[in-house]
């Protein structure tokens, strides 16, 4: 395969002189690795090229970098090493790659990775990766229906970025409605000079419904999406847990246990919670009767202005690593349980630290 007909591939997150020249794979007939290794001989890539041949690897382009100092293959895997690979894990030899799922197809791309990192002698320095395909890419950007356009994504790249990308969308989607009522509020506060407006209270009353609303879309949305891509209630399945559960010995006093701990866990988060809010009122009383405190010549009048200001950052940051560790303390057995934990509680205390400052 000549350099001059290769175009479609993104080999390296480098500069790399092969990142112009790689093989087309729109078809979606191949997929590619990339290997960098340092150069330590003259006869380097003759000899990687031999080794790669015999390891069962198309060696589709080789190429030697302007300094000298590393050479760069571009390599497919031949239909008897894409065979063994695929026995090894138990799959159903099929032919070519793209017979296999997306996931089955990173799967074996990178036990040939491993082939190369651990086997190849010859290669010293050497690092490899699974090179992307930019027409895929560019079907992404082009693709104006956003549900193909996330059945693309969770193709390539994965269900859960696709629910991310999914997710994003639909937020994004309805933050039109706050904006425009937000854009209206604050021109009746420009209009009148009164950044008091009386639309205040009926704003705050659409966003906290606009929340509601928001959070029920949202889970309904995940959930349409999650079925488009084979993966709804995975994280619920119950025989997968009763597998979790058993493989880490889960049991009913464990579930005890874990009521116990996450009692605890919550005692303290309103502890520290409540905490936080008296040093903040603490410092508004202050603030109030600066000038009775510290005359109305001191410059020290201003520091309570200046501690309320600085107390809801430092309490977030005091925050985080507390609340992440009462979640880990929880003992929660699967992670989306764990990050609903961890979210409710950053959730709450950021309301009212930001929210009330």
């Given at each position: 395969?000549s ?5 479609n591939l993104s080999?390296s ?9 790689s093989p087309r794979?729109?078809n979606g007939?191949?997929?590619?690795i990339f290997v ?19 390891r069962g690897f198309?060696?589709?382009?080789e190429?030697e970098t302007k300094n000298?100092?590393?050479c ?6 031949s239909?008897?090493?894409?065979q063994k690979l695929?026995l ?5 030899p099929k ?13 074996l ?6 082939i190369?990192t651990?086997s190849?002698?010859?290669l010293e320095?050497r ?7 930019n027409?895929?890419?560019?079907s992404f950007?082009?693709e104006?229906n ?6 693309k ?10 629910l991310?990308?999914?997710w994003l969308y ?8 706050p904006s ?5 509020t604050?021109a009746?506060?420009y209009y009148?000079s ?12 659409f966003?906290?419904l ?6 029920e879309?949202s889970?309904r949305?995940?959930?349409?999406n999650?079925?488009?891509f084979?993966?709804l209630g995975?994280?619920e399945d119950?025989e ?12 009913k006093?464990?579930s005890?246990?874990k ?8 005692g303290a988060?309103?502890?520290?919670i409540?905490?936080m809010i008296e040093i903040?009122l603490y410092?508004v009383d202050?603030?109030l009767r600066?000038e009775?405190?510290?005359?109305k010549d001191?410059?020290w009048?201003?520091?309570p202005?200046?501690?309320?200001s600085?107390?809801?950052?430092i309490a977030s940051?005091?925050?985080q690593p507390?609340?992440e560790?009462?979640?880990n303390?929880e003992?929660?057995s ?8 961890l979210?409710?509680?950053y959730?709450?205390a ?5 929210g009330?400052?």
């Amino acid at each position: 395969m000549s350099a001059s007909n290769l175009s479609n591939l993104s080999v390296s997150p480098m500069n790399s002189p092969l990142s112009q020249k790689s093989p087309r794979n729109g078809n979606g007939s191949k997929s590619y690795i990339f290997v960098k290794a340092k150069k330590y001989r003259t006869d380097t890539i003759l000899a990687a090229s031999v080794e790669l041949r015999k390891r069962g690897f198309v060696v589709e382009v080789e190429q030697e970098t302007k300094n000298g100092a590393s050479c760069h293959f571009l390599l497919s895997l031949s239909p008897a090493l894409l065979q063994k690979l695929a026995l090894t894990k138990n799959y159903e030899p099929k032919k070519p790659l793209s017979h296999y799922s997306p996931l089955q197809q990173l799967i074996l791309l990178n036990s040939a990775i491993d082939i190369i990192t651990e086997s190849c002698t010859f290669l010293e320095g050497r690092e490899a990766w699974i090179a992307h395909d930019n027409s895929k890419f560019d079907s992404f950007l082009k693709e104006s229906n956003i549900k193909t356009k996330l059945s693309k994504i969770s193709d390539y790249f994965g269900p859960q970025i696709a629910l991310y990308f999914g997710w994003l969308y639909h937020y994004t989607s309805l933050l039109i409605y706050p904006s425009l009522f937000g854009i209206i509020t604050f021109a009746h506060q420009y209009y009148y000079s009164n950044i008091d407006s009386s639309w205040m209270p009926f704003y705050a009353i659409f966003i906290a419904l606009w929340t509601t609303v928001f959070l029920e879309l949202s889970k309904r949305n995940c959930a349409v999406n999650a079925n488009a891509f084979g993966v709804l209630g995975q994280e619920e399945d119950k025989e997968a847990l009763k597998k979790y559960d058993e493989l880490t010995q889960y049991t009913k006093k464990d579930s005890r246990n874990k009521s116990f701990h996450q009692l605890l866990s919550f005692g303290a988060i309103m502890i520290l919670i409540y905490i936080m809010i008296e040093i903040m009122l603490y410092a508004v009383d202050k603030q109030l009767r600066a000038e009775e405190i510290y005359g109305k010549d001191s410059y020290w009048k201003y520091f309570p202005s200046i501690l309320y200001s600085v107390i809801p950052i430092i309490a977030s940051s005091v925050f985080q690593p507390f609340a992440e560790y009462l979640t880990n303390f929880e003992g929660n057995s699967v992670e989306v349980r764990y990050h609903s934990s961890l979210c409710l509680y950053y959730w709450s205390a950021n309301f009212l630290f930001i929210g009330g400052s």
